[in-house]
């Protein structure tokens, strides 16, 4: 029986759940112990290497989280906001690290996650990519320095099966700005504009999003001042970025006290 931290990974048939099988199971840190999927998957009870085309892992996918968690360390958690609140709660019941890549929840929904991290670490960024965490820290400062009369405009574009728009990682640039800028998001946000909308509301945060073919993720903070433009822009060419983040926490994770943590954390930055 190995001592390396063993690794739970939710939505296990997802884009991002099986890119998680390969990076867990090529690193010398952690060792993959369980695999869920949603009930009536038709993965559920069969082995998960079969399942994506390879031979045998001798695990077996699994609709029980519970029993699942229970044999880990570590929950890797790239599902939808509905079934990462569910899973929130039993890996606080079975002291697991919870990292939470999902992204698309409503305020009340991130409100209902915060009693899991009294018990437990839960970690949660909507982008575990060391890119994207150090340009939110760069958005921040360019934003701080900058006066209020240069606008402010987040474009993201991603897959045609992205459901959630803006971006979780269009959130966290545009919180990044609202920070540099001293002002709250929430009330200073401009996204979704069609028809006659009316000039720009001054100070706002604008978001615009693209959605189209197998485009993994592009981030561009744009300031836009009278006579010249600055951009800030992250692609991501490999969904393998996100997966090694996730791991990244869910091992720092190990060593931590129960609480909140995000990307910036684990990072150090
Ligand atoms: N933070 C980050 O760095 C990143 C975040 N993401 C986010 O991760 C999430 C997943 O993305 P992606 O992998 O592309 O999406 P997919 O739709 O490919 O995968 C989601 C998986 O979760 C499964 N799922 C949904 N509900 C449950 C449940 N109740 N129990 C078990 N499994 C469940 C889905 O099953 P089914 O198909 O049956 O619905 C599916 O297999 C999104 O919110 C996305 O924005 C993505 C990339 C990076
Ligand atoms: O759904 C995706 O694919 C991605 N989602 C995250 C987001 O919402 O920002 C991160 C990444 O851009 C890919």
Sequence with gaps: MSDLPGIVITGVSGRMGQMLVQTVRASDKARLVGAVERAGHDWVGRDLG???GGPELGITVTDDPLEAFAKAQAV???????????????????????????????????EALKPAARHAVLIRAGNMSLGVNLLTQLTKKVAQALDADWDIEVIEAHHNKKVDAPSGTALMLGQAAAEGRGIALEENTESGRDG???????????????????????????????????????????????????????????TQKPGAYDMIDVLGL
Excluded at 77 to 105: M, N, S, Y
Excluded at 197 to 203: L, V
Aim: one cysteine or more; a positive charge; charged letters at 20%.
């Design 76 to 110: 890797i958690d790239f599902t939808a906001p509905a079934a990462t609140l569910e899973f929130a709660k039993l890996a606080a019941q079975a002291r697991c690290v919870h990292v939470i890549g999902t992204t698309g929840f409503e305020p009340a929904q991130l």
């Design 50 to 52: 079969a399942c994506m």
């Design 196 to 254: 006659i909308t009316g000039a720009r509301k001054p100070g706002a945060i604008g978001f615009s999003a693209i959605r189209g073919g197998d485009i993994v993720g592009e981030h561009d903070v744009l300031f836009a001042g009278m006579g010249e433009r600055i951009i800030l822009r992250h692609v991501a060419t490999d969904r393998a970025i996100f997966a090694r983040g996730a791991l990244k926490a869910a091992l720092w994770g190990q």
